[in-house]
T-cell receptor, first 114, second 114 residues
């Protein structure tokens, strides 16, 4: 039972490059989320998808795009990476629509933008 | 928009000391409240949650939290900490309505010395 799987786990980019972080969950959860974690800032919500076919902006959506490909997968894309996007990115999922219960987190993806 | 404040950035305790971590939120309506823990090198895990009912909720590993509506607070407590409680603790809140997502506080790092 894999839970929430994120790829890649580590990535180094140059400023202006693009990349996509992939996330998949095998728990048949309805909602999925992307957070970034920075020292002293806690976790900040980038985008979320309360259900298949919907996406919504979180606290810090600028510079990112997302795609809820199907119920299992929720990808995060950086079109033109900037050093300010250096962070650890966590994907999470929940059975209910966000507010109703426990979030299950992936292992995280550490991104460095030079 | 709702927000979460955690008063203590870093708490240092000796084993067997009592713990209380403060959390206040700003939102005028009904909320669901959570505490998550992140052990070194791991992803976030749920400690406990409050939706309704008894304002004193018990979680895993001997943790408990008390919801005080009049103070917009949800403080985490543990009577006697152990070295293994060394971790980062996050308070999170979400409005009790469909289609919303958890907003996290900035976290409190707990260091327990043996």
């Amino acid at each position: 039972n894999a839970g929430v799987t994120q790829t890649p786990k580590f990535q180094v980019l140059k400023t202006g490059q693009s990349m996509t972080l992939q996330c998949a969950q095998d728990m048949n959860h309805n909602s999925m989320y992307w957070y970034r974690q920075d020292p002293g800032m806690g976790l900040r919500l980038i985008y979320y998808s309360a259900s298949e076919g919907t996406t919504d902006k979180g606290e810090v959506p600028n510079g990112y795009n997302v795609s809820r490909l199907n119920k299992r997968e929720f990808s995060l894309r950086l079109e033109s990476a900037a050093p300010s996007q250096t962070s650890v990115y966590f994907c999470a999922s929940s059975l209910g629509q966000g507010n109703t219960g426990e979030l299950f987190f992936g292992e995280g993806s550490r991104l460095t933008v030079l | 928009a709702q927000s979460v404040s955690q008063h203590n950035h870093h708490v240092i305790l000796s084993e067997a000391a009592s713990l209380e971590l403060g959390c206040n939120y700003s939102y005028g309506g009904t909320v669901n409240l959570f505490w998550y823990v992140q052990y070194p090198g791991q992803h976030l895990q749920l400690l406990l949650k409050y939706f309704s009912g008894d304002p004193l909720v018990k979680g895993i590993k001997g943790f408990e939290a008390e919801f005080i509506k009049s103070k917009f607070s949800f403080n985490l407590r543990k009577p006697s900490v152990q070295w293994s409680d060394t971790a980062e603790y996050f308070c999170a809140v979400t409005p009790n309505q469909a289609g919303t997502a958890l907003i996290f506080g900035k976290g409190t790092t707990l260091s327990v010395s043996s």
